[in-house]
């Protein structure tokens, strides 16, 4: 398959400079120097790694292709040269999430589309990718990253508001919220 | 977590030996003269293994919480003692029936509720186990285990054939069908 496998490392190299971790829910993470995230499996922890969390992309689970259509339209791409903070937030639901039916997940989902009208308000500003972790027997089920600029923080900090308000976010029973920053890439001239 | 990862080795061991191996579509895969299924994620092939296929269960993808009463409620377990005949469906969809939505996806199954027709007719017989493959960037998608006695393969290649007329179906692109027998589990006396 093209490579959907993500790897996040804790330790001491990567672009990215940890500037907080938050244990929100459950055991926290120890807190690293650096973040580097590689599109691979990084199964062997490189050295001065404190962590690995793996996950994959994969298809939408919930999302309409009417949802999907908006969220289309309005998502930024990764990558951008003026985003440069970033939030990495690990979360495990609990066993009464996934013993739920697909339409009992979704109608958590949709009660409210708090989800999509989230997404449709800060999604200009904020990027993110998901990547799931628990049919690979890691420790978070999702990772969820987001790339935003340092002007868009406050908004981020709403949009996280918004979620952890949910139905859903009640099944949550590990978070880890982690804050890091790079330098600007210069934009080509 | 609870181990949820199972392998099926196709080598020289095991309790299942293989009786016919049919390319449906796509590539096949080398006819090995048994099969062991392990309840572990094996990375590396044991002497002797022609092919390791590996797979995780997980929580229901389409399922309503109605449909999943009435498939609970006639399921039978695998192992059981007279089920000697067991069948291994590997299949991969397409990009198409990836590139879909929930909500379409959904809609393909319910279109006739086939599924849940042919579980409720054919499950009292036959029992089965899903295990997905491709978040965990397996060749196949998918692996289907089943389990019957002798006297209901019948039921079996009719539950095959209701299967493989549904609108789902239209966008496997390669299958593998492998039939296999074991010595009868003596009843305990």
Redesign the interface.
């Known amino acids: ?1 093209d ?3 993500h790897s996040f490392i804790g330790g001491d190299t990567g672009p990215w400079r940890t500037v907080a971790l938050q244990a929100v829910s459950g055991p926290g993470l120890e807190m690293p120097p650096r973040l580097d995230v590689q599109n691979a ?1 990084v199964l062997t922890p490189p050295a001065g790694a404190r962590w690995v969390l793996r996950g ?1 992309t ?8 009417a ?2 259509d908006v969220l289309a339209a309005v998502q930024p791409p990764l990558g951008r040269p003026e985003a440069t903070c970033a939030a990495l937030i690990p979360i495990t639901k609990n066993a009464a999430w ?7 997940r ?1 109608e958590l989902f949709a009660a409210g589309a708090v989800h999509t009208r989230a997404a449709r308000d800060y999604l200009p500003a904020i990027a993110r990718r998901l990547h ?1 972790g ?4 890691e420790p978070f089920d999702f990772l969820t990253w987001f790339e935003y600029a340092p002007g868009d923080a406050t908004a981020f900090d709403d949009l996280l508001g918004v979620l952890r308000g949910t139905e859903e976010w009640r099944y949550v029973e590990r978070e880890v919220d982690i804050r890091l920053v790079r330098d600007a890439v210069p934009r080509e001239s």
């Open positions: 398959m490579n959907r496998f499996n994959v994969s298809h939408g689970r919930y999302t309409t292709r949802e999907q996934w013993a739920l039916t697909q339409d009992e979704r799931h628990r049919d690979l027997g």
